[in-house]
């Protein structure tokens, strides 16, 4: 079986391992970025404990070296902007193991290197044929012009939100916007940084988030609602503006909120500014022919950290399926129940970043048994 995985992020990285030792499947990876090049990946994330599960269960050695290369995610907090803490939880109350945090571009490094020899580099795809045998081939752009490569029993689209694949095979998804800003920042002068692990300060439903990452740097995420329009006000994207929004209006911010304030307007102009939203899921598409991976098939709304955490989710369980001679039926049999359940808690739990929101009763209601059940089971109900 001739396999083609397209983008070797997180779930594509970690399939192709999954299957490039299988005999009777050949595989090959196609990646956009040029060898080594993850300098598109500049901030940090949080990797779910249900993560870390599938890779100690199905790649344990992985598992170590994902955990070598991190810092552990033990504890999650919310507090006010004031300092008010409304919410603390250790993540060994929820889960079976911590979570961990990284830099996104060690976080490829990490899951790219083991397929250097497997992958080809600066190859975006423009479009398909199908050979005379109904295998689809994959048109590349290069630096040396049009390329093409099949035919492939399997094309994987693991190529992100924005999957060319998914586009060429069942047109582009609908946008489903959550009407939320989100911007993003990574801070390498944290020597006073005064918070270590993952932690979140709410004034109204405006929202800051941050927890260092390893390599001395603090990631940190502003989150607040937009007009009805769905647009960014270009009034906001101001250091004043955004202080504004996550500073309370009558008290000092606690030592964290006035410590990230500080940090974001220094380093304003490397923001990344965008908009949360989701779309349709789909699993697979061309009769079977394409399976898509990742953000391609349940882009996430961030609020629960499930992004790439899911893609974990499907990279481990495609590659347990497929080395098994397993069918892309068979992984959506497997996978579509499990992330249709995580996108829907992921956007109830967005409660508290929606405008009108009572945050002081939505955070503490997430220390209710209804939501923490629901919490053990995203974090422990993996396949």
């Not at 999957?163 to 390498?188: F, K, M, Q, Y």
């Not at 439903?205 to 941050?210: C, D, G």
């Amino acid at each position: 079986m001739r396999i083609g995985i397209i983008g070797t992020g997180v779930a594509g990285s970690l399939l192709a391992e999954a299957l490039q030792a299988k005999p009777g499947v050949e595989i090959t990876a196609f990646e956009r970025a040029a060898p080594g090049d993850h300098a598109e990946a500049g901030t940090g994330l949080n990797i779910g404990p249900n993560a870390l599960k599938a890779l100690r269960l199905h790649m344990p050695a992985r598992h170590a070296s994902l955990r070598a290369a991190s810092l552990p995610w033990e504890r999650w907090f919310i507090d006010l902007a004031d300092g008010t803490r409304l919410f603390d939880l250790d993540m060994r109350d929820v889960a079976e193991e911590p979570g961990v945090r990284i830099r996104w571009s060690e976080l490829y490094r990490l899951l790219r290197e083991p397929l250097a020899g497997r992958t080809r580099n600066g190859h975006v795809l423009e479009a398909l044929e199908e050979d005379a045998a109904g295998r689809l081939v994959p048109v590349f752009r290069t630096a040396e012009g049009l390329a093409r490569d099949g035919g492939f029993d399997l094309l994987v689209g693991a190529d992100g939100r924005y999957s060319r694949l998914r586009a060429l095979t069942a047109g582009e998804p609908d946008s489903l916007p959550l009407n939320v800003c989100i911007w993003r920042l990574l801070v390498t002068d944290v020597a006073d940084c005064p918070y270590d692990d993952y932690g979140q300060w709410f004034n109204g439903p405006h929202r800051l988030l941050s927890f260092r990452v390893p390599g001395g740097a603090v990631y940190i995420a502003g989150a607040f609602p937009l007009p009805e329009d769905g647009q960014i006000p270009e009034a906001l994207k101001t250091p004043a503006a955004q202080r504004a929004l996550f500073a309370p209006a009558d008290a000092p911010p606690g030592p964290a909120v006035a410590w990230m304030l500080d940090r974001m307007a220094t380093e304003f102009d490397d923001i990344h500014w965008a908009r949360v939203a989701t779309a349709p899921m789909l699993r697979q598409a061309a009769g079977g022919r394409a399976l898509f991976l990742g953000d391609s098939a349940q882009a996430m709304v961030p609020t629960l950290g499930q992004g790439a955490t899911q893609a974990v989710e499907c990279g481990v369980v495609a590659g347990m399926v497929l080395a098994s001679g397993g069918t892309a039926d068979e992984v959506a049999a497997l996978r579509d129940p499990r992330a249709g359940f995580v996108r829907d808690f992921s956007v109830e739990a967005s409660d508290t970043l929606r405008a009108g929101a009572d945050v002081v009763a939505g955070t503490r209601a997430k220390m209710q048994p209804a939501f923490l059940a629901k919490l053990r089971r995203l974090y422990t109900d993996v396949a």
